[in-house]
Structure formats: C-alpha cells, structure tokens
T-cell receptor, first 110, second 118 residues
Framework: AQRVTQPEKLLSVFKGAPVELKCNYSYSGSPELFWYVQYSRQRLQLLLR??SRESIKGFTADLNKGETSFHLKKPFAQEEDSAMYYCALSGGTSYGKLTFGQGTILTVHP | GAVVSQHPSWVICKSGTSVKIECRSLDFQATTMFWYRQFPKQSLMLMAT?????????EQGVEKDKFLINHASLTLSTLTVTSAHPEDSSFYIC??????????????FGPGTRLTVT
C-alpha cells in the first residue's frame, strides 16, 4: 500500500526565513512525487513534480529514495507563500491516481 | 492553463434525495477524471477514477451504488449522490488529466462543490 506522511500540520515562519515542509512516503516501487498547493480561496494546483527537477516560485524538492522523503524547501519565505501544501504520490498506475498527505498549513509572518 | 469547472459550487438538499455534481474540462480533453472528498481540515480522499467511456474504478470503502459516476465524454464527468444522508455532507472535488508517461499524476482541479444534506 502507498502512503504519504506530512508530519507537520502547521508551520509558521517569518518572512525571509528558510522553510522546509516535510514529506515522507511509503511505496514499494518507483514513485512519482508531487507538491500541490492551495492558496486561500483558490483551487488546488500543481506546484512542482520531482521528475522535472525545476524550481517553482523559489521552491525546490529533492526525492531522497534512501530516506523515502520529498521535502519542499525555500531559502527565503515570502508572505504570499502562505497556503496549504500537499505532498502527493503517484504509484505508476495507468491513470496516475494520487495519494495525498494530510497537508501542511504554512503561515509566513511579516 | 487548463481549467476545470464544477457545478454547482454549493448545494443543499433534503435527506433521501439525489444530487448531481458536474465536472467539466473547459479547454482540454480529459481522458481521466478523479473524484475526491474532503472533510473539514483534512486531506483529499480519492473516491473513484473515471475514464471516458468506461466504468469508474472505485476506491475501497466507497459505495458505487451510492456515488454514481458517469464519464460520458472527454470533457464531462458527473457524480450523483443517491439517497443522500447528512453524513454525505462534504466538499467534493474533481480533477482532470490527459497526461501520460512521466506526467502521470499531474491533475487539474476543480473548485469543489459543497454539499449539505439536511
């Protein structure tokens, strides 16, 4: 069975501080990992995926297969980063269905 | 970017009645649509995966006779909550995807439908 764990339900940082949102997964095969974000009063949207190895809005995430982690990082948090962040795993099924973590609410204080 | 709409955005119905929620991909053809349920302050729970022209695949524990899903075209999927009860009150979200290969798992989400059963 596949599982995604986000241990922090709430995370608060000050503007300009580094931020790391943790994500651990459990999956027997080769997973595809994603970070989705939901800003206030907006729909869920894709932030980044591990396979693209890109930085979006200053965020990066590296897949660590040894630690089965996919932590999301940003060196200098901004107030507009305040949102709900979900880590998600696609287990390589034919249709790409996602298993979501519980989500982390990030609040960036001025 | 791709847009997914849901209708209605909120609905109140009486216990025992049925409610239909529509999910449309507005500017792309969605070969696969997904239906999720989200309880307050909780994560999204996948209910079913729907492919155009075929029967939906339901997740374990989801009653397929209660939550009827139809994916009649590449731009429309519907979720019908039959004989709704107060415990069916929830936020229902759909998503759509047309990706394959390395982009599997990339989904475009609708804004959600708030269902309240009285």
């Amino acid at each position: 069975a596949q599982r995604v764990t986000q241990p922090e339900k709430l995370l608060s940082v000050f503007k300009g501080a580094p931020v790391e949102l943790k994500c651990n997964y459990s999956y027997s095969g080769s997973p595809e990992l994603f970070w989705y974000v939901q800003y206030s009063r907006q729909r869920l949207q894709l932030l980044l995926r591990h396979i693209s190895r890109e930085s979006i809005k200053g965020f990066t995430a590296d897949l660590n297969k040894g630690e089965t982690s996919f932590h999301l990082k940003k060196p200098f948090a901004q107030e507009e980063d305040s949102a709900m962040y979900y880590c998600a795993l696609s287990g390589g099924t034919s249709y790409g269905k996602l298993t979501f973590g519980q989500g982390t609410i990030l609040t960036v204080h001025p | 970017g791709a847009v997914v709409s849901q209708h209605p955005s909120w609905v109140i119905c009486k216990s025992g009645t049925s409610v239909k929620i529509e999910c449309r991909s507005l500017d792309f053809q969605a070969t696969t649509m997904f239906w999720y349920r989200q309880f307050p302050k909780q994560s999204l729970m996948l209910m079913a995966t729907s492919n155009e022209g075929s029967k939906a695949t339901y997740e374990q524990g989801v009653e397929k006779d209660k939550f009827l899903i139809n994916h009649a075209s590449l731009t429309l999927s519907t979720l019908t909550v039959t004989s709704a009860h107060p415990e069916d009150s929830s936020f229902y979200i759909c998503s759509a995807s047309s990706f394959r290969g390395s982009r599997l798992g990339e989904q475009y989400f609708g804004p959600g439908t708030r269902l309240t059963v009285t």
